[in-house]
């Protein structure tokens, strides 16, 4: 009979029984934190990975669990992925703190996925901390004043009258059935791509399959399931292996797109020292570029040669995705809401006649329109989470959030929470008629604070004029199979419908 001696050595098996009871008095001493805070949460397992079965089985759950754990536990409550202690929490008055007043000490969204970006991407604006974000945000911010969107305003307005004549086509050739996902992504596409690289693509005039390489691979990078990847997971868990990838350039991204996107970049870059220039978010940046000397040497302004290329990258990361899907979900709730839909025309041909087209300053006078984006906004966020981590511990309002901890923003559950909100679920647009009476903690589609969505008010232009120009000529309507309100949703690289959806637009007469 073959004894565990015969195997190992009694030494061998003592090292080895000691080693496992020091490994699980480490994750009992990890999982104490919380308790320790007197903040509420589930008991971790072993099994679960902390607090994370309920990721394994649905990867939405972290976001759509919130209103279930706030009656469960109430607005502030805790969770652990792997060892890494996150708190939620769900009061405006603490957020107003960690967003804003204590701003110095939660300056970054995360300590995960800085350095898992690959080369090309590792130094855009969302991954980066310290003096060199501030040196970068201070940098880009002037590109998305009212002076530069003005400018650029002619860009966007191109890419609206292709989307409608677009929807021309679709409406004669297809008897007005279109898929929302497929038309706005390719709005999308076209804006950013023209907006931030100076490249018109014109995806729109292609068919489906046959559109440029620059949209294939932005789809492609769109839709890679990065949740999927097992290192996602590890450098979720780990952070620290964030800095092993980063000495053999690995990305969770596909690095063949990200590559053609640096090569882009550079191409148009070089380009540009040949012809006339022109206003787009490149442009800007190049304009900016500094050298790394310069840098260490204490420059408070400009960009490096990788940081050009890398916010080039996010531009047209952060600006693709999120803008086709706030695009998406106002096109269903107007098409759901026909007596909001007919609101926005009538504001429309008001503001046509008062100042003799869609201009720059007519974007400024579709207020109920905008009230109807903030709502589907709210219903239907881009980005369904938001976060802040803690440089240091501070006690607020008698939280105290130690040095560490990742606080994580339920944007998508503070959005339909009945506390906040009356018939949460159902889309009203008159509640967004005062915005100064709406808690932008609460209401927080595009962040808050100093590290909000740079590049929100472009995203808000290219979308109103968008759909000013789509209602002016047609009617947004429902077909047989289109769902019910409120609409399931799942997140991957952005909100998305958990079912393929169509809608359908009829010529006006």
């Known amino acids: 009979m073959i004894t565990p001696l015969d195997i190992l050595s009694l030494e061998t098996w003592i090292l080895i029984l000691t080693s496992f009871i020091l490994i699980r008095l480490y994750i009992h001493k990890r999982w104490q934190v919380l308790k320790d805070l007197n903040i509420p949460h589930d008991p971790p397992t072993i099994l679960g990975v902390g607090n994370m079965s309920k990721f394994f089985k ?30 939620y929490v769900g009061d405006p008055e603490i957020l107003k703190q960690i967003m804003i007043k204590e701003f110095h000490i939660f300056p970054d969204r995360q300590k995960n996925f800085q350095n898992a970006n ?92 046959q559109e440029p390489e620059v949209v294939k691979m932005a789809l492609e990078l769109f839709n890679y399931p990065v949740f999927k990847n097992p290192f996602f997971l590890i450098f979720l ?46 442009q800007t940046m190049i304009n900016s570029e500094i050298t790394d000397n310069e840098v260490k040497n204490g420059a408070t302004k400009g960009l490096t040669e990788i940081e050009v290329t890398a916010n080039s990258l996010l531009m047209m990361f952060g600006g693709f995705e999120t803008t086709a899907s706030a695009m998406v979900f106002l096109a269903y709730n107007l098409a759901v809401y026909k007596d909001a839909q007919h609101k926005c025309r009538e504001e429309i041909e008001q503001v046509i006649a008062k100042h003799g087209g869609l201009t720059y300053e007519a974007m400024n006078d579709l207020k109920y ?78 962040g808050a604070g100093p590290r909000n969505c740079i590049g929100m008010r472009f995203a808000l232009l290219e979308i109103k004029i968008s ?43």
């Open 369 to 446: 329109l905008m009230q109807c984006l903030n709502e589907s906004l709210r219903l239907y966020p881009p980005a369904p989470m938001n976060s802040r981590y803690c440089e240091r511990d501070i006690t607020i309002h008698g939280l105290t959030i130690k040095k560490g901890i990742t606080v994580q923003i339920p944007v998508y559950g503070m959005g339909r929470d009945e506390e906040f909100w009356e018939d949460p679920l159902v889309f009203k647009p008159e509640r967004m008629l005062d915005m100064n009476e709406i808690d932008p903690m609460i209401f927080q589609p595009f």
């Open 58 to 87: 649905d990867s939405d759950a972290g976001y759509k669990r919130h209103l279930e754990l706030k009656q469960k536990f109430g607005p502030i409550y805790g969770h652990y992925i792997g060892l890494s202690p996150h708190v």
């Open 237 to 282: 868990m780990f952070p620290w292996t964030e800095n092993i990838a980063k000495v053999f350039d690995y990305s969770l991204l596909p690095k063949d797109c990200l590559r053609y996107f640096a090569r882009l970049a550079k191409t148009v870059k070089k380009n540009k020292a040949n012809v006339e220039q022109r206003v787009d978010i490149l």
């Open 118 to 209: 690959g080369k090309e991407f590792n130094d855009n604006l969302t991954a980066i901390s310290g003096k060199q974000w501030k040196r970068v945000r201070d940098t880009l911010s002037p590109t998305f004043t009212s002076s530069k969107l003005k400018e650029m305003f002619g860009i966007v307005e191109d890419c609206a009258d292709s989307f409608v004549q677009n929807i021309g086509t679709i409406n004669s050739d297809s008897n007005g059935r279109f898929q929302p996902a497929v038309v706005f992504s390719k709005v999308a596409i076209d804006s950013i791509c023209s907006a931030a690289f100076g490249v018109n693509v014109d995806s729109q005039s292609k068919p489906q399959g």
């Open 467 to 509: 759909f000013a120009k789509l209602l002016q000529k047609f009617h947004l309507d429902v077909c047989e199979d289109t769902p019910a309100a409120p609409i399931d949703v799942s997140f991957k690289s952005g909100m998305r419908t958990k079912q393929d959806l169509f809608l359908k637009v009829t010529a006006r007469e």
